[in-house]
């Protein structure tokens, strides 16, 4: 939303000058008059009724050939309705956001090997939807058109999944997540659901020796929970629930201690956590591969599993951890959020800021690769300038191999192993910086009230990052449907300074009239070396203030 951000950088005079009018001095913010004042001067490209209402939008990249992108003609030429204009019938890889043509109001989504699930809070019968591989039936049994029989191995479109609600227009699901081969899905008043593949106990029930799991009509309730279930996560081959209660239980394998509960061994029934999490109320956990992370209400933060890549090097120096342990991480302060990969792990404090460590693409450059102690992510990585002084990250996910952040201004980040295109940025090389993720948008237009103010777009997502089998991402978005209202601001055009492979950053330039693109200009001879010393150390850019620096803000 590139008039939205241009609409905090004040008005806009064509001239030599980069900035003319109303500009605020650093350090200093604007009054209500100065704001007043700019807002007026807005230009207003199109108007709108005054009863447009916002639509949800869901977004699809990474690998399609296992049907997880939910598109038929990614996967089969001719399958499904006439592709849209200015669509290939038949793409392996859809390296950037793919606007997936649903009706339903998705309030979660999940990605796992493959697969993908979507839900909704809705209180019609129909309120899960699955799409992609299903060879283990973690997308539920979907009945074959040619013999009623049999089940789909694959399935290309959103496809309803059936669960055994005992109030099916009363319950709401809550969420869904995704493991390797298994899947859970959260309701509000009838416990959680699993389905998929059960092997070391994952789904919650008793481990059944040669269990056929294709075309399996096998959906296992799980409610004997002290408290009520209000967060699952699935890792590989494992599952964590979150009561209201604070406290933590775990299924599943748990040869690298990864269920948490003082042995190596296979768990087949949710069993509560102890260890240093005894007595402490849990607000939210996070896992992904082998590696577990728990965030208390005061701000701690604890980790147990996996430790093969420093995960938890802090606390022990085995590579296997089977209790919860504090992690001292002093520098950190007040963990809000967690993220756990298969190499690296992330951290939110309650200031917005990122901290990472683990092994693997960080965040930070080339350089940075391994680090057994959290280190901070620059916040103007992120957006953060002096024009944009209000900018925090509000949300982190990560992948096995891979990051993303979403900030309170709507903004989506992401880094890490761009395996078959998993980042959504356009291209195939493995990204070093957390970078802005450009979603396809309609702007449209008009007088948002004076009370309101467009903080770009308003991203509501439930971001699940999938393993390298499928790797690809689903980002949720409430945007601006073309019928509604727009403040459209100061417009402004890229200049983009190209500096290889990892690295890029966008700079506003001055422009009176409308967005265009046309007035950007390339800045070469710009070394990796240097870009990367610039931005980690605040220092100069070709002759141009710091605050300019930052990655894209802007389509």
């Excluded at 709401?172 to 009838?190: I, K, N, P, Y």
């Excluded at 240093?276 to 599993?305: E, I, K, M, R, Y």
């Excluded at 430790?307 to 002093?330: G, I, M």
């Excluded at 963990?335 to 800021?353: D, I, M, P, R």
Aim: a positive charge; aromatic letters at 8%; one cysteine or more.
């Amino acid at each position: 939303m590139a008039l939205a951000a241009g609409t905090r950088l004040g008005r806009r005079l064509s001239g030599p000058g980069l900035w003319r009018g109303h500009w605020t001095a650093p350090g200093r913010s604007r009054s209500r008059r100065e704001t007043a004042e700019a807002e007026a001067d807005a230009p207003v490209f199109q108007y709108v009724g005054e009863r447009a209402t916002r639509a949800d939008r869901i977004f699809v990249w990474g690998f399609s050939f296992s049907g997880a992108l939910g598109v038929p003609t990614f996967v089969l030429p001719g399958s499904g309705p006439q592709p849209r204009a200015g669509s290939r019938p038949r793409r392996r890889i859809q390296a950037v956001p793919y606007r997936l043509e649903l009706d339903q109001k998705i309030s979660s989504a999940a990605c796992g090997y493959g697969f993908t699930l979507l839900s909704s809070k809705t209180k019609d019968v129909t309120k899960v939807w699955g799409m992609g591989l299903n060879k283990d039936s973690q997308l539920g049994f979907h009945r074959s058109r040619k013999d009623k029989t049999r089940g789909y191995e694959y399935v290309l479109e959103p496809s309803p999944v059936p669960l055994p609600l005992d109030r099916p227009q009363e319950t709401q699901v809550l969420q869904v997540s995704c493991g390797r081969a298994h899947s859970l899905v959260l309701t509000d008043s009838e416990g959680v659901f699993s389905m998929g593949n059960n092997s070391y106990g994952q789904c919650g029930r008793k481990v059944v020796e040669n269990e056929v799991y294709s075309e399996s009509h096998k959906v296992h309730r799980m409610q004997d929970f002290d408290g009520q279930v209000v967060q699952v996560a699935c890792g590989q081959d494992h599952s964590l629930f979150l009561t209201d209660k604070g406290e933590v239980y775990s299924c599943g394998w748990g040869a690298d201690g990864q269920t948490g509960l003082g042995h190596y061994d296979i768990t087949s029934a949710p069993t509560k956590l102890a260890g240093d999490l005894a007595g402490v109320n849990v607000v939210q956990v996070a896992t992904c591969g082998d590696c577990c992370l728990a965030v208390s209400v005061d701000g701690s933060l604890f980790g147990w599993g996996n430790s093969e890549y420093l995960q938890l090097a802090s606390v022990t120096d085995s590579t296997q951890v089977n209790v919860p342990r504090c992690l001292p991480f002093s520098g950190v302060g007040r963990v809000k959020q967690a993220a756990s990969g298969g190499t690296g792990c992330a951290a939110l404090n309650g200031e917005g800021h990122v901290f990472v460590w683990g092994y693997g693409i960080l965040g930070k450059g080339p350089n940075l690769m391994e680090t057994a102690l959290p280190e901070m992510i620059p916040p103007t990585l992120f957006g953060l300038t002096e024009f944009n002084p209000g900018v925090q990250v509000s949300r982190i996910r990560c992948g096995l191999n891979h990051f993303a952040a979403l900030t309170n201004r709507g903004e989506l980040f992401v880094w890490g192993k761009n395996v078959r295109g998993c980042l959504g940025i356009g291209r195939l090389e493995d990204q070093y910086f957390p970078w802005r993720l450009q979603l396809t948008f309609i702007p449209g237009g008009g007088m948002l009230k004076k009370q309101q103010r467009l903080m770009g777009y308003i991203l509501r997502s439930t971001v699940h990052m999938p393993g390298p089998a499928s790797a690809w991402d689903a980002a949720i978005r409430r945007t601006h449907h073309p019928s509604s209202s727009l403040h459209s601001g100061p417009s402004q055009c890229p200049v983009l300074i190209s500096v290889g492979r990892w690295a890029a950053v966008q700079l506003m330039a001055a422009r009176a009239s409308r967005w265009s693109s046309s007035g950007g200009q390339l800045l070469e001879n710009i070394s990796n070396e240097m870009l990367q010393d610039q931005l980690l150390q605040g220092k100069d850019l070709c002759g141009l203030p710091t605050p300019l620096c930052y990655p894209p803000l802007c389509l």
